[in-house]
Nanobody, 128 residues
């Protein structure tokens, strides 16, 4: 079982940057497909990005492609989400999650139910 803890959220102006961290404990994050998902007030949780399992492959939601980058540091057992050129619509609680299943279908990881372990979330607020 893996435990996940997010950090790095905060308040930033539109056009600014933040880096979120997800520190794993109990097991190495490389044992899982790691995802970042977010939930804005009044909206359903949505997929943002995922890392792994195919040689560190990455996949992004269209809404963040070119602005966000997911990466991992095995030595620190930490997954990051670098967020640049932030927009007001990026305001949400961001969750780190781990999926045990390894599937070739990228759309599988769009769904919250595909993830087995979750962090507590970190708030990101972008002011316009």
């Amino acid at each position: 079982q893996v435990r996940l803890e997010e950090s790095g959220g905060g308040l930033v102006q539109a056009g600014g940057s933040l880096r979120l961290s997800c520190t794993a404990s109990g097991r190495t994050f490389s044992s899982y497909v790691m995802g970042w998902l977010r939930q804005a007030p009044g909206k359903e949780r949505e997929f943002v990005a995922r890392l792994g399992w195919r040689a560190g492959s990455t996949y992004y939601a269209d809404s963040v492609k070119g602005r966000f980058t997911i990466s991992g540091d095995n030595a620190k057992n930490t997954v990051y989400l670098q967020m640049n050129n932030l927009k007001s619509e990026d305001t949400a609680v961001y969750y780190c999650a781990a999926a045990s299943s390894r599937l070739w279908d990228d759309s599988y990881y769009f769904r919250s139910l595909s993830y087995d372990y979750w962090g507590q979330g970190t708030q990101v607020t972008v002011s316009s």
